[in-house]
């Protein structure tokens, strides 16, 4: 993940910070902008760092940063729907291109995406081995898996915790399709999984905003209010959801994945005409 972020960031040079800084004139501009931003740079995190970033700077007001973090949650989404896809076919190929791209061109651009290529190679051959590592392990420790994500509150907290650990949804995110690629995981227990992954990627942000002015902190509270209101809208409704997502694909990485953009694309949606509002209630964070 940090090869992926790091090759398209280097892609995109100074253009993603200068396309916050100078297209978030409003707040849909705002919007927009992170959602742009983290489709080219493939992390949320890496976009709402630098969002509390230019915050602390007075580039952004409280308004306009709190739209670039509703942007990027759901910029984040083109990662996961590519990580659905079969590890075992897109490893290999994407490896080679990765390596042939970064040692045969000499125009900096190129290496870039080939960094990128080999991070997302990577990627899915650590997912291909996650996914043969489990297969042996279904007779026992399928049984385990399923009693322990009986309770969804428990699941919520198991995926907050692995994206806190990871640094990435995304990432978390990969590690469920493969659970439900092996059987491991049935289709509504992986998405209290993933409604925990946008929980936990918030804490980066969190410990981040802590040496900064007030203003990074409040964006970074609002970022994990958001994702809090997200997880608790959509978890009474768990198996209405689910059913939902079973007829957007036949593929459950692909439910998963189009659960994962249901959640953020919905709850940013919905938060979006709130920021005032919002801007109102983060006026208690010290």
Known sequence: MYGIQT??????????????????????????????????????????????????????????AMAVVLGANIGTCATVQILSHDPGT??????????????????????????ACLGFGLVFAALYLLQYALTPLKA???HWISGATRNPLHTVAAGSLLAALLHSSSAATAVAVALVREGLLELPAALALVF???????????????????????VAVFHLLLNLAGTLSFLPLLPLFA????????????????????????????ALPLLPAAARLLAFVP
């Open 7 to 64: 090759g398209l960031t280097g892609m995109a040079g100074p253009g993603v910070r200068r396309l916050l800084a100078r297209w978030a004139g409003s707040t849909w501009s705002a919007f927009c902008a992170g959602l742009v931003a983290t489709a080219l740079a493939q992390s949320s995190t890496a976009i709402t760092l630098l969002t509390i970033g230019l915050a602390n700077a007075r580039l952004l007001d409280l308004p306009r």
């Open 196 to 218: 925990g992954n946008n929980i936990g990627t918030c804490a980066t942000g969190l410990v981040a905003s802590l040496a900064g002015a007030r203003i990074g902190r409040q």
């Open 243 to 270: 059913h939902l997502v079973v007829l957007t694909a036949q593929d459950p990485a692909r439910q998963i994945a189009n659960a994962h953009t249901l959640f953020n694309v919905i709850s940013s949606l919905a």
């Open 140 to 142: 026992g420790f399928g």
């Open 90 to 115: 897109v490893a290999l190929p994407a490896v080679l291109a990765g390596l042939a791209l970064r040692l045969c061109s000499k125009r900096p651009p190129l290496q870039n995406l080939g960094i």
